[in-house]
C-alpha cells in the first residue's frame, strides 16, 4: 500500500526527521490560506502515487496566494499523468503546499529490499534530484549500498561510513547519520517494503531536509497496523485491483486481452507464458487460491470480465483444494451473472475434473476444452480477437 508524500512527512516527523513547513489543501481556497500561512511564495505539490511530478508539471513554485489558489485549481479534478502511470493518469484530490527550500545540495537516501540478500538495503546518493533509474543505469558507481542483517539492525560503522562517501561536512554528516537511523526504524517498524527521500538536501545552514518523501507499506503486515490501514486511497488504485484486494484475490490488471482465472502462483506465471507463445497477451494475472468456494470463483471470473479489454478467458486449473466441479460452478455463475458471451478456453485437471467438464458442457458457454498447454495455445490463437 502507498502514502501519499504528506502521509508519508508525517510519519517522518513523528521519527524527528526534519520536513518543510506545509499543509495539505483539498481546495483551491485551502491552497490560497496555506500560501498565506506561509508568506505568499510556496511549491505547491500535486499528490498521487506516482514518481515523475515535476517533470509532468505536477509540481510549481507560486510566488503569492492568488497563485498558489490558482495553480491548485488547475490540479484538483484532472489526471497527472507521469512515465509512472498509464495514459489515463492518476487523479489530483489534493495538494501539498510547502514553504521553498533554501538547497545547497540534493541527495537521494531509500531503504528497500534487496531480494538477492534477502534483507533490507541502504541505498544513498549524491546523485538526488533525479531519477534513480536514469542513475542507476548511466553512472551505477554513484550508488552506494549498505546490505544490513536484520538480527544486528543498522550499524554505527555503516552509518558513517555512507556519510562519507556523500562528502558530507562533519556539520552535515551528524544530522544525515541521524536521518539515516530514524529511516530504518520507520522501515522496520512499519513493515514497509520502501522509504525514500529523493531528494534529501543540505540547506544554505546545513539542516538536512527531507524535501521529498515515498513510502510504501507491505501489504500482508496492515493486519498489525489498522491506523496506517486507514491511509489508504481508493482513488489511486486501479479499481478493477483494488476490488480484487478488497475480496482476497491476487490480482493484478495487466495489458493484454486475454483473461487468465488460475489456481496457484506459480502456475499463474506459466500460463501468463502459454498465453505471450500463442502470440497473445495476458489481460491479467489472477491467482483465485486453494480454498476458493463458487462465489469467490465467481467473483474472480467477474473481476475478468469487468475488464473491457478482455476478449476471450483462459482457464488452467488443477484441481486439489479448489476442485474443478467448484471451479466450473463458479465460472458459469458469473458468465451468467455478466451476460457474457466471450469465448472461454479451458484446461481443467485433478479432483473432479469430469463433473467440473460436464458442468461447463451443460451449460450454453461458448466452451473450449484443452488437454496440454499447447492444445491452450492453440485455442487462444483460434479464438483470436
Known amino acids: 500500500?502507498?502514502?501519499?508524500?504528506?502521509?508519508?512527512?508525517?510519519?517522518?516527523?513523528?521519527?524527528?526527521?526534519?520536513?518543510?513547513?506545509?499543509?495539505?489543501?483539498?481546495?483551491?481556497?485551502?491552497?490560497?490560506?496555506?500560501?498565506?500561512?506561509?508568506?505568499?511564495?510556496?511549491?505547491?505539490?500535486a499528490q498521487v502515487h506516482a514518481g515523475g511530478r515535476g517533470k509532468a508539471g505536477g509540481i510549481k513554485v507560486v510566488r503569492s496566494p492568488e497563485e498558489a489558489e490558482q495553480t491548485a485549481r488547475e490540479f484538483l479534478g484532472q489526471n497527472l499523468v507521469t512515465h509512472q502511470?498509464?495514459?489515463?493518469?492518476?487523479?489530483?484530490?489534493?495538494?501539498?503546499v510547502e514553504e521553498l527550500a533554501d538547497i545547497r545540495r540534493e541527495l537521494y537516501v531509500a531503504l528497500t529490499i534487496d531480494r538477492g540478500f534477502r534483507g533490507p538495503v541502504l541505498l544513498v546518493s549524491a546523485a538526488g534530484g533525479m531519477d534513480i533509474e536514469e542513475v542507476a543505469a548511466t553512472?551505477?558507481?554513484?550508488?552506494?549500498?549498505?546490505?544490513?542483517?536484520?538480527?544486528?539492525?543498522?550499524?554505527?560503522?555503516?552509518?558513517?561510513?555512507?556519510?562519507?562517501?556523500?562528502?558530507?561536512?562533519?556539520?552535515?554528516?551528524?544530522?544525515?547519520?541521524?536521518?539515516?537511523?530514524?529511516?530504518?526504524?520507520?522501515?522496520?517498524?512499519?513493515?514497509?517494503?520502501?522509504?525514500?527521500?529523493?531528494?534529501?538536501?543540505?540547506?544554505?545552514?546545513?539542516?538536512?531536509?527531507?524535501?521529498?518523501?515515498?513510502?510504501?507499506?507491505e501489504d500482508d503486515s496492515l493486519f498489525r497496523h489498522a491506523d496506517l490501514g486507514e491511509l489508504r486511497d481508493r482513488s489511486q488504485e486501479d479499481a478493477l485491483e483494488a476490488e480484487a484486494a478488497d475480496q482476497d484475490i491476487a490480482y493484478v490488471n495487466l495489458e493484454g486481452s486475454v483473461g487468465c482465472l488460475v489456481n496457484g502462483a506459480g502456475l499463474a506465471m506459466a500460463t501468463l507464458d502459454v498465453t505471450n507463445a500463442a502470440g497473445a497477451a495476458p489481460a491479467n494475472f489472477l491467482d483465485v487460491g486453494g480454498g476458493a468456494d463458487e462465489e469467490k470463483v465467481a467473483s474472480a471470473v467477474s473481476i475478468i470480465l469487468s475488464d473491457p479489454k478482455v476478449n476471450r478467458v483462459l482457464v488452467n486449473i488443477f484441481g486439489g483444494i479448489l476442485r474443478c466441479d467448484i471451479a466450473a460452478r463458479g465460472i458459469v455463475l458469473a458468465f451468467e451473472r455478466q451476460g457474457a458471451t466471450l469465448p472461454l478456453i479451458v484446461r481443467m485437471l485433478g479432483t473432479n475434473v469430469v463433473e467440473g467438464k460436464e458442468i461447463l458442457q451443460a451449460s450454453s458457454l461458448n466452451v473450449t476444452f484443452a488437454d496440454t498447454l499447447t492444445e491452450a495455445a492453440a485455442a487462444i490463437r483460434q479464438a483470436g480477437g
Not at 6 to 27: D, L, N, W
Not at 85 to 96: E, F, K, M, W
Not at 162 to 169: D, G, I, P, T
Request: aromatic share 4%; proline share 7%; net charge negative.
Open 139 to 217: 553512472n551505477p558507481q554513484d550508488i552506494h549500498t549498505e546490505p544490513i542483517e536484520p538480527v544486528l539492525g543498522l550499524m554505527p560503522y555503516q552509518t558513517r561510513r555512507l556519510a562519507a562517501r556523500l562528502n558530507l561536512e562533519p556539520a552535515q554528516a551528524r544530522p544525515a547519520i541521524q536521518v539515516l537511523n530514524a529511516l530504518y526504524r520507520i522501515f522496520t517498524e512499519n513493515d514497509c517494503s520502501l522509504v525514500e527521500i529523493n531528494p534529501l538536501i543540505i540547506t544554505g545552514d546545513d539542516r538536512v531536509v527531507a524535501l521529498d518523501a515515498k513510502l510504501d507499506l
Open 1 to 45: 500500500m502507498k502514502l501519499h508524500e504528506y502521509q508519508a512527512k508525517e510519519i517522518f516527523a513523528c521519527y524527528g526527521i526534519p520536513v518543510p513547513r506545509g499543509s495539505v489543501a483539498a481546495t483551491a481556497g485551502e491552497a490560497r490560506q496555506a500560501a498565506a500561512d506561509l508568506g505568499g511564495q510556496a511549491v505547491v505539490k
Open 85 to 96: 502511470t498509464d495514459a489515463r493518469g492518476v487523479p489530483v484530490n489534493s495538494v501539498l
